[in-house]
């Protein structure tokens, strides 16, 4: 398969500030070098498009090469070469320009890829234009390697599939086409909804994990030992992460500071330790305990209102129709994923 990347990774970030063979292993160069150099031992035809040859040392770049993959410094050559493209770029407008720049050239029905830097979504939007008059063929997905290339413990690539929404950015040609460049390098493919692959895949899965802690201990206390009703656990559950994500939304971190009462939500939160299985809570009582606010800072919150999305949208469609909704919902999810 022909395969383009356009990246080769900041060696220097991996090397000196993450200590990623330290922490991590494997061997440099890591980061869309090492995923060309992981396509190309299996067998494929890879280009890496890189205009900075200073990001890393003549070594790794050796390496790249004696590994077969051609390094270009133009990104239209890439364009031109890959059935897939994979943007292993910066992050924000750097990477939207490449998307803009290359996708004219690139070969029928290609798939070009985001990685960590940017949401399909949002890519999608970017190109959207482009998609609909121009290059109706071309299809927007992730392959998102879910961890840094290059280590041994990055087992999975994340495909972005249909979206939670029904919107389908990629045929299931192209979809069926990364799963297989997957499964050929030894990776496990991962075919996820595209709008869910930032909080599972991106450095957000911090984030991810840590409240799924506190959701799966609250549903396993609530419904097993305190036997309340499902809906309720549910709804509580719903509760808690509405209300941090909408102050988070309209006030930032200092607003969630400003109303967040320590010794409060300690004290209550204290109360909900009925068994030994809570190691997850116990840990997060201590932190918060030696949390000091003052890193972060307080301000005022903004007006916040605190809805369930789902039926806003429901309610909305009912009285002003699917159309207006549909343009209301794609103003939001701008805001939510640019």
């Given at each position: 398969m022909k395969i383009s990347i356009y990246g080769a990774g900041n060696q220097k970030l991996y090397l000196e500030k993450l200590k990623v063979p330290e922490k991590f292993g494997g061997t440099p160069p890591y980061g869309g070098a090492g995923m060309a150099i992981q396509f190309a031992q299996a067998g494929h035809d890879v280009i890496l498009a890189e205009p900075n040859r200073n990001i890393m040392s003549e070594d790794l770049w050796k390496k790249v090469e004696d590994a077969g993959v051609k390094i270009v410094s133009d990104d239209i050559e890439?364009?031109?070469?890959?059935?897939?493209?994979?943007?292993?770029?910066p992050f924000g407008k750097i990477t939207i320009n490449?998307?803009?720049?290359?996708?004219?050239?690139?070969?029928?029905?290609?798939v070009i890829c985001n990685t960590c830097t940017l949401p399909t979504p949002v890519l999608y939007r970017t190109l959207e234009g482009i998609l609909r008059l121009k290059r109706k063929d071309v299809g927007i997905s992730s392959m998102h390697p879910t961890g840094v290339p290059g280590t041994p413990?990055?087992?999975?690539?994340?495909?972005?599939?249909?979206?939670?929404?029904?919107?389908?950015?990629?045929?299931?040609?192209?979809?069926?086409?990364?799963?297989?460049l997957v499964k050929?390098?030894?990776?496990?493919?991962?075919?996820?909804?595209?709008?869910?692959?930032p909080a599972v895949a991106d450095m957000g899965a911090l984030v991810t994990a840590v409240a799924l802690v506190g959701v799966l201990d609250y549903?396993?206390?609530?419904?097993?030992?305190?036997?309340?009703?499902?809906?309720?656990?549910?709804?509580?559950i719903l509760i808690s992460l509405q209300t941090i994500a909408s102050i988070i939304e309209t006030s930032g971190m200092e607003g969630l500071m400003k109303v967040f009462n320590k010794d409060a939500l300690l004290s209550s939160?204290?109360?909900?330790?009925?068994?030994?299985?809570?190691?997850?809570l116990n840990l997060a009582l201590k932190i918060i305990e030696e949390f000091d606010k003052s890193t972060i800072g307080e301000k005022e919150v903004n007006q916040t209102y605190l809805v369930a999305p789902q039926a806003l949208i429901k309610e909305a469609t009912s009285l002003v129709g699917k159309s207006a909704v549909e343009g209301m919902i794609r103003r939001s999810s701008n805001k939510l994923f640019d």
């Open positions: 890439a364009a031109k070469h890959g059935e897939v493209h994979i943007l292993f770029t490449i998307a803009k720049n290359i996708i004219e050239h690139v070969p029928e029905n290609a413990g990055q087992k999975y690539y994340t495909i972005a599939g249909k979206a939670l929404e029904g919107k389908e950015y990629a045929t299931e040609d192209q979809i069926n086409k990364l799963v297989e050929s390098i030894g990776k496990i493919p991962y075919v996820a909804p595209a709008d869910v692959v549903y396993r206390v609530g419904t097993q030992i305190i036997n309340a009703p499902k809906d309720m656990i549910e709804k509580q939160a204290k109360n909900m330790v009925i068994d030994e299985k809570q190691e997850g």
